[in-house]
Structure formats: C-alpha cells, structure tokens
Antibody, heavy 120, light 111 residues
Framework: QVQLQESGPGLVKPSQTLSLTCTVS??????????WSWIRQPPGKGLEWIGY???????YYNPSLKSRVTISVDTSKNQFSLKLSSVTAADTAVYYC????????????WGQGTMVTVSS | QSVLTQPPSVSAAPGQKVTISCSGS????????VSWYQQLPGTAPKLLIY???KRPSGIPDRFSGSKSGTSATLGITGLQTGDEADYYC????????????FGGGTKLTVL
C-alpha cells in the first residue's frame, strides 16, 4: 500500500528556510491520479493546510503562506518537497505530507509527521 | 481562528452515541464535500469520512457522516475507550482565499 514519509531537519533558526521532503512508496507520483500536499499542526493546535502540488508541477498554496512557500516535485525520486522561507517561532509545528484524490477532496493517506522547531 | 467551527470538546460514556458538529458557510461546506479525521494522541490524522458520508475501507460503520446546508455532523455509536481522540472536519473553501480548510478540532472523552 502507499506510504508517505517526511524527512528533514528538526531544528531551523529564525529567518532561515525550512526544507522538508516527502518520499512516496508503494505508488507513483507520476500516475497523475492524486494531488500531493503539505499540512502542519502547531503544538496543541489544529491543522493548517500549506499547499498542493500535482505531478506536472502545478501548485496551489494557502494564500496566508503563499509569499513564503515553495512546493516542488521530483518524479524521478518519487518525492515532493516543501520550502518555507523567513521562518519564525510561529512556524514551529509538526509537518505532515498527505495525498488527496483531487484538489478539493479528502486527504486519504498521511505521513507520520515530522516535528520542526524554529529556535536560535 | 478556524474557518470551520467545531465544539472544543464532547464526552459520553462507553457504549453511548456522540455527535460532533462542524459549521461553515456557503463558500465551504455549503458547496463542497466534507471529510472527517481522527487523530489519536501522538499520531497523524486518519481519514474517517469523505464525500460527506462515505467511509474508507476498514472504517467501522459505527462512524457516520452527514451534511445539511452549511453544517456537517460526525456521529459515533457504541463508543469505545479507543475512540478517545481529536476529531477534525475539513473541506474546500471556494472564497477569494480559496484552499483546503479545517475545523479547530474536537476532543472526544469517553468517560
């Protein structure tokens, strides 16, 4: 079955860029059947959608984060990545990658999540 | 402040039934499918309900979803201690600030 696994640094300094990668196993991003997304959850708080990418490279970002977010895809490695620039303590969160059948539909498979702390 | 409004907490005894509400607007719930997620402590969210009332394979029929107008409801019957978790509703918002949105989450306590 399809599995997603997040990876990247657990600690990022303020004003720097947070970079994470999601590796997809058991299925191909290139199939074009799904949209691939990033979602985050600050400690003790709710879920916040960050953005989507399609295998073609088309993206759609949360308007509140759009100026700082870049999501990219590497179909040869079956991975997609998140970059969030100019981070502050408010960006401290568990970051999840997830799969959705379309842009507007449910997220049916999630990664286990990775905690990223923004601190000097 | 979440786009979708959920009660912070609900509680019920084992074996009983509980419902969790999710309120939105015409730009989100009113015109898009609603999904529900269960998040057990320390784990990733898990899809419980999609397209308002459909259950993915492996989700027991104790879990149900419904939608009416700009509100949605998750129902859980035959409560078990293992159902203690945070529950989130989600949908697409088609407003000028379009995107996927979630409720603030509801903590279910099985007394």
């Amino acid at each position: 079955q399809v599995q997603l696994q997040e990876s990247g640094p657990g600690l990022v300094k303020p004003s720097q860029t947070l970079s994470l990668t999601c590796t997809v196993s058991g299925g191909s991003i290139s199939s074009g059947d799904y949209y691939w997304s990033w979602i985050r959850q600050p400690p003790g708080k709710g879920l916040e959608w960050i953005g989507y990418i399609y295998y073609s490279g088309s993206t759609y970002y949360n308007p509140s984060l759009k100026s700082r977010v870049t999501i990219s895809v590497d179909t040869s490695k079956n991975q997609f990545s998140l970059k969030l620039s100019s981070v502050t303590a408010a960006d401290t969160a568990v970051y999840y990658c997830a799969r959705g059948a379309t842009m507007k539909e449910a997220f049916d498979i999630w990664g286990q999540g990775t905690m990223v702390t923004v601190s000097s | 402040q979440s786009v979708l409004t959920q009660p912070p907490s609900v509680s019920a005894a084992p074996g009983q039934k509980v419902t969790i509400s999710c309120s939105g607007s015409s730009s989100n719930i009113g015109n898009n499918y609603v999904s529900w997620y269960q998040q057990l402590p320390g784990t990733a969210p898990k899809l419980l309900i999609y397209d308002n009332n459909k259950r993915p394979s492996g989700i027991p029929d104790r879990f149900s979803g419904s939608k009416s107008g700009t509100s949605a409801t998750l129902g859980i019957t035959g409560l078990q201690t293992g159902d203690e978790a945070d529950y989130y509703c989600g949908t697409w918002d088609s407003s000028l600030s379009a995107g996927s949105v979630f409720g603030g989450g509801t903590k279910l306590t099985v007394l």
